[in-house]
């Protein structure tokens, strides 16, 4: 089985701030990580994806995680926030093996709001 | 591109009725999901389809079912709805079942029951 945690529900920050969310997991298998956002009445998309290799994986739009294997966790940050990166985010694995192979489990979420 | 569609956009349902949430892809993809997402609670997997003519139990799978109706198609049903079933369900697909694939999801449906 696997499992997701979002450490905090809500993170208000201001414009131009650093921002860190925060996210672990737990595994009896290896996994593959995500990070989804979801504006306003939209659905979810892909932010970002760690698969192999370099530990850090960028977004087009500024944002980065760090895979950490010995803390199981996959913090997303970014150095600058704009406004427009009010949302929800979603830290989800994807297990790579057992019987919950493929299966997309996603944390509680967090709702950034920046404020100008 | 539609990418994943899902019908209603919204819908309101008094306590027992039954309905069907329909979720189309067109993006040729193997595998499909149904979430329901309430606050708090993240996204929780009710029933997902590894492939055509094939679905399984998610986390929460009680008071729905699921009909792979094609490769394209992939409905849930609520037989009987209950007040506990208010959420925004969400329908995603992933080209297969291959974990490090990306998921594609659609706008969600927006149910109340009453």
């Known amino acids: 089985a696997q499992s997701v945690t979002q450490l905090d529900s809500q993170v208000p920050v201001f414009e131009e701030a650093p921002v860190e969310l925060r996210c672990n997991y737990s595994s009896s298998v290896s996994v593959y990580l995500f990070w989804y956002v979801q504006y306003p009445n939209q659905g979810l998309q892909l932010l970002l994806k760690y698969l192999s290799g370099s530990t850090l994986v960028e977004s087009i739009n500024g944002f980065e995680a760090e895979f950490n294997k010995s803390q199981t966790s996959f913090h997303l940050r970014k150095p600058s926030v704009h406004i427009s990166d009010t949302a929800e985010y979603f830290c989800a694995v994807s297990a790579a093996g057992g019987t919950s192979y493929g299966k997309l489990t996603f944390g509680q979420g967090t709702i950034l709001t920046v404020h100008p | 591109n539609a990418g994943v569609t899902q019908t209603p956009k919204f819908q309101v349902l008094k306590t027992g009725q039954s309905m069907t949430l329909q979720c189309a892809q067109d993006?040729?993809?193997?595998?499909m999901y149904w979430y329901r997402q309430d606050p708090g609670m993240g996204l929780r997997l009710i029933y997902y389809s590894a492939s055509e003519g094939t679905t399984d139990k998610g986390e929460v799978p009680n008071g729905y079912n699921v009909s792979r109706l094609n490769k394209r198609e992939f409905s849930l049903r609520l037989e009987s709805a209950a007040p506990s079933q208010t959420s925004v369900y969400f329908c995603?697909?992933?080209?297969?079942?291959?974990?490090?694939?990306?998921?594609?999801f659609g706008q969600g449906t927006r149910l109340t029951v009453v």
């Open positions: 993006m040729n993809h193997n595998s």
């Open positions: 995603a697909s992933r080209i297969d079942r291959v974990p490090n694939t990306e998921a594609f």
